[in-house]
């Protein structure tokens, strides 16, 4: 990831309910093992359950996460799913892990 995109995504996550969802997120993926082809997505009704953020508040803050680029999203229907997809993760736990090692 490049130093700019790294910038938009940690300014993204500074917020705690994005942090929250973009976690939720992740630990879906994580569970399931999943390809980011085929990794599991939570529609935005599911995403607010037990975070305590209403619906129009979610969407606010899954636009600030696509627009970083650490989430993925998809308009099914009625419905919008999202998704991180792996390699977001791994952009991720690559500049931690070189960080750790400076």
Excluded at 26 to 52: I, T
Excluded at 63 to 70: F, S, V
């Amino acid at each position: 990831m490049k130093l700019n995109k790294l910038a938009d995504a940690f300014k993204a996550l500074s917020h705690p309910h994005r942090l929250a969802i973009f976690l939720r997120l992740a630990n879906c993926c994580e569970k399931h093992g999943c390809s980011e082809e085929a990794c599991s997505r939570l529609c935005v009704g599911e995403l607010g359950r037990g975070l305590g953020i209403v619906p129009s508040t979610i969407s606010h803050h899954l636009k600030e996460l696509n627009r970083a680029g650490l989430i993925s999203t998809n308009k099914c229907g009625q419905s919008i799913e999202c998704w991180v997809s792996e390699t977001t993760l791994d952009e991720l736990s690559q500049f931690f892990l070189k960080a750790k090692k400076s």
